[in-house]
């Protein structure tokens, strides 16, 4: 990870927890600038600090976090729609499929921020069997 500039010091801990920080959007160092660029897209670097966000990886960690909580109260919704109404398909198809859409937009950003900050704040990176540094 590369070093601040001399003007803005390193707070980490200080701007909030790497779950306020990413539900925001907010970089994991300084907590002011954005984390992304786009939607989903991550930006190239901090726009208040400059933090290289290429170490982020959170790969389908947000996918899976967000799929174990839609699914069972989504099923749970369809289901109980489905005995308590017969509903048939084209009402499922009104109200289930934009739950589930919906829903998973609502929570991919904020849980992938929280990840991308998770994983700065505390330094996680691939695993070594030494320390490289301390060589
Ligand atoms: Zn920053």
Redesign the pocket.
């Known amino acids: 990870m590369d070093t601040p500039p001399a003007s803005i010091p390193p707070t980490p801990g200080v701007a909030g927890t790497p779950m306020a920080l990413g539900i925001r959007g907010r ?1 994991p ?2 907590g ?2 954005h984390l992304f660029a786009g939607y989903l897209r991550l930006a190239d670097r ?1 726009d ?2 400059g ?1 290289d966000l290429s170490f982020a990886d959170p790969a389908d960690g947000p996918a899976f976090f967000v799929m174990s909580i839609v699914s069972i109260p989504l099923v749970a919704f369809a289901a109980w729609l489905e005995i308590a109404h017969q509903a048939p398909l084209w009402v499922h198809l009104l109200t289930t499929l934009p739950l589930a859409v919906l829903s998973v937009l609502a929570l991919l950003r904020p849980l992938k921020g929280w990840l991308v900050c998770a994983q700065y704040i505390n330094k996680a990176a691939q695993g070594r069997l030494q320390d490289d540094e301390a060589e």
Request: charged letters at 10%; a positive charge.
């Open positions: 970089c160092r300084c002011q600038g901090c208040q600090c933090l």
